[in-house]
T-cell receptor, first 115, second 112 residues
């Protein structure tokens, strides 16, 4: 199955600043997904990123706050902009392996704390 | 959009007993149902999945059942061990590179 390298693994940021999270996959994948997981909570989809087109955002998430890039089939970035303490969470990228038996694989996550 | 409900939210069992986690989904077009295990501080890991053309699937101590008519699916863990303690998430998807919608999670505690 695909191996995803996600970085940074954690960061502490000042409110009002931005952080860019990167995910690199060791194979080409069609779709990449970005999730947010608050402590003790489930995974909430932020957006779906398809190479060569604008990301599709879920209700409650907007491009100005969470801009996403997908320059090729192995890489994507998520930026958390103008951060506030409410943005403190774990952010995970995920890829669809394209084969039923492999399902969806997750990166190791980025633990973001906004102070 | 898809809505996945999961219960119970917490489950404690004695080592060696069975554990069952149940989920329902709302979109009858969903046809792929993965289950994830997330240990504390780690990423979710796929443990088993099932497609809509299959009613049951087993992998050693883990089994998943699917009732498409009722839009129910369940995870069964037999002979539980302390290392089974984790949060388990059910999910549903249309498949084919479509997004995955997760349930709220079940925190399973296996008591030695």
């Amino acid at each position: 199955s695909a191996v995803i390298s996600q970085k940074p693994s954690r960061d502490i940021c000042q409110r009002g600043t931005s952080l860019t999270i990167q995910c690199q996959v060791d194979s080409q994948v069609t779709m990449m997904f970005w999730y947010r997981q608050q402590p003790g909570q489930s995974l909430t989809l932020i957006a779906t990123a398809n190479q060569g087109s604008e990301a599709t955002y879920e209700s409650g998430f907007v491009i100005d706050k969470f801009p996403i890039s997908r320059p090729n089939l192995t890489f994507s970035t998520l930026t958390v902009s103008n951060m506030s303490p409410e943005d403190s969470s774990i952010y995970l990228c995920s890829v669809d392996q394209g084969e039923w038996s492999h399902g969806y694989t997750f990166g190791s996550g980025t633990r973001l704390t906004v102070v | 959009g898809e809505n996945v409900e999961q219960h119970p939210s917490t489950l404690s069992v004695q080592e060696g007993d069975s554990a069952v986690i149940k989920c329902t989904y709302s979109d009858s077009a969903s046809n792929y149902f993965p289950w994830y295990k997330q240990e504390l501080g780690k990423r979710p890991q796929l443990i088993i999945d099932i497609r809509s053309n299959v009613g049951e699937k087993k992998d050693q101590r883990i089994a998943v059942t699917l009732n498409k008519t009722a839009k129910h699916f369940s995870l069964h863990i037999t002979e539980t061990q302390p290392e089974d303690s984790a949060v388990y998430f059910c999910a549903a998807s249309l498949g084919g590179y479509q997004k995955v919608t997760f349930g709220i999670g079940t925190k399973l505690q296996v008591i030695p």
